[in-house]
């Protein structure tokens, strides 16, 4: 089994939908991504073995293929698109970081593309030859009953987990409060004459206050708005990691993939899933919650972030050191690779080790962990 490095992470700055990004093609947001990370890397397309992509709310068609000509990659590289909601752009990591330690592939590009402002309009056939029926999401699981809403279900975390709406408020202002003060340049590729998270603000308790009910304590400030975005990573065998950094002169570079896990949870409280997730990757890494340098959890909704938070003895302190999905907005199936991408740069400035960890519908979450070399 080979290990993986992380020799580079790249992303799109977020911008909600109908924004700055909303006359991009799915393909034409992940592509650039693809081609600056191989240059950064002196990487040339033709050792690339595979692109994985997360993506949700597309229709279809293979994004990953899409992408991959796109960037000029060879028309060998098959591309490989994923849907598991949210998770998918963290998934796409963890079968990129597979392919390798199983020796299937040396030079993986993995991560997620997700455009809220492009996604197809969803008809279901009626099969007794009547009008399409609209429908706004499918369902994520066989039981109407145990298949809430998002909003809904982020209601019921709350209640259970006993998180005041002014619990989440606040940690929404300070997930805006550090997104503004956090310096991302080397993370971000500027496009559309966008080079930073356009949704990020100075969100105030007032304007918390004010913010509409969505239901019960989960309002427009304390849940993450529906944005475009993309994100990648570039992941190689620590063989191709030591041949390139001798070829210049320097160790093999880059972060160390330690592991990875996704697990599902109760369908009906899908925001608690990454608990688990989380516990399985440090388990299986040898690692310890309170021994990690910085944790990048995804914020769809302040509550989900604050229960996974305790569940999985996080310290608050070192969660989403640059701001979160509160003060950016949600991809869907991009946001676990934004993550990543966060998680990347954190751990160059800081250090250590750490973890990104995701929850998604129908009681799902992922988490990855990653150290610096």
């Known amino acids: 089994m080979s290990g993986v490095r992380i020799l580079?992470?790249?992303r799109l700055p977020v911008a909600p939908r109908g924004g700055a990004l909303s006359r991009h093609e799915i393909h034409q947001l992940g592509a650039p991504l693809l081609r600056r990370l191989l240059d950064d890397a002196g990487l040339p397309p033709e050792a690339v073995d595979e692109v994985v992509?997360?993506?949700a709310l597309g229709g279809g068609g293979n994004p990953a293929r899409l992408a991959a000509l796109a960037a000029g990659l060879p028309q060998r590289v098959a591309g490989l698109s994923i849907d598991r909601q949210c998770c998918g752009g963290l998934d796409a990591l963890i079968l990129g970081a597979?392919?390798?330690?199983?020796g299937g592939a040396e030079a993986v590009l993995a991560g997620g593309i997700e455009s809220?402002?492009?996604?197809p309009l969803r008809l279901r056939t009626d099969p007794g030859g009547g009008p399409p029926v609209a429908y706004d999401r499918p369902p994520f699981t066989p039981w109407p009953d145990r298949d809430p809403g998002m909003d809904a279900a982020a209601a019921a975390l709350a209640a259970e987990a006993g998180i005041a709406r002014a619990a989440q408020d606040a940690w929404a202002i300070d997930s805006h409060r550090k997104a503004r003060a956090a310096r991302m340049h080397d993370e971000i590729l500027?496009?559309?004459g966008l080079d930073r998270d356009a949704f990020t603000r100075a969100l105030s308790p007032t304007l918390a206050a004010r913010a509409p009910v969505l239901c019960g304590p989960i309002t427009a400030a304390n849940a993450a708005v529906a944005a475009d975005g993309a994100a990648f990573c570039l992941m190689v065998s620590d063989r191709l990691a030591a041949r390139l950094g001798a070829r210049l002169g320097a160790g093999p570079g880059g972060v160390v993939w330690r592991g990875g896990a996704t697990l599902?949870?109760?369908p009906e409280m899908p925001g608690l899933a990454p608990v688990a997730a989380i516990g399985a990757v440090l388990d299986r890494a040898g690692l310890r919650a309170d021994r990690l340098a910085v944790a990048e959890v995804m914020e769809a909704y302040a509550v989900q972030a604050l229960a996974c938070i305790a569940g999985a003895g996080l310290d608050p302190a070192i969660v989403n050191p640059g701001g979160g999905g509160l003060a950016r907005g949600h991809p869907v199936g991009a946001s676990g690779a934004i993550n990543a991408v966060r998680l990347f740069h954190e751990l160059?400035?800081?250090?250590?080790?750490?973890?990104?960890?995701i929850a998604a519908a129908g009681?799902?979450?992922s988490a990855v962990a990653m150290a610096l070399s």
Do not use: E, F, M, Q
């Open 8 to 10: 580079g992470a790249l």
């Open 348 to 357: 160059r400035r800081r250090g250590g080790t750490g973890i990104a960890a």
């Open 264 to 266: 599902g949870d109760r």
């Open 116 to 119: 809220y402002s492009r996604r």
């Open 363 to 365: 009681g799902l979450g």
């Open 190 to 192: 500027p496009l559309a």
């Open 53 to 55: 992509v997360g993506n």
């Open 98 to 102: 597979a392919l390798i330690g199983a």
